[in-house]
């Protein structure tokens, strides 16, 4: 089993800037793709971010050119840098880790941008 534990949610104005950072703890052997999904009220949950445990990456398109995502491996833990956050940003991120053909999910961390 893997824990995933995300901090760094918050409010934060039209334009501004917030670093997620997910940990992952437990039977960490074998981690690879570590991310980032997000899920808005309504609507379903969508890719945010993803990296593989070369470093190799994956946008969503709405996202593309203002997030960043990295991983340091040392220390289990993926962050996701979020710049000229919008409105429409808003959302509960939730971490996700695969892990020898299993998935695993944090409980997520509330993000809101205020127009």
């Known amino acids: 089993q893997v824990q995933l534990v995300e901090s760094g949610g918050g409010l934060v104005q039209t334009g501004g800037s917030l670093r997620l950072s997910c940990a992952a703890s437990?039977?960490?052997?074998?981690?690879?793709?570590m991310g980032w999904f997000r899920q808005a009220p309504g609507k379903q949950r969508e890719l945010v971010a993803m990296i593989m445990f070369g470093g190799s990456t994956n946008y969503g398109d709405s996202v593309k050119g203002r997030f960043t995502i990295s991983r340091d491996n040392t220390k289990n833990t993926v962050y996701l840098q979020m710049n000229r956050l919008k409105p429409e940003d808003t959302a509960h991120y939730y971490c996700y880790c695969a892990q020898l053909g299993s998935s695993y999910w944090g409980q997520g961390t509330q993000v809101t941008v205020s127009s």
């Open positions: 437990g039977s960490i052997f074998g981690l690879n793709a």
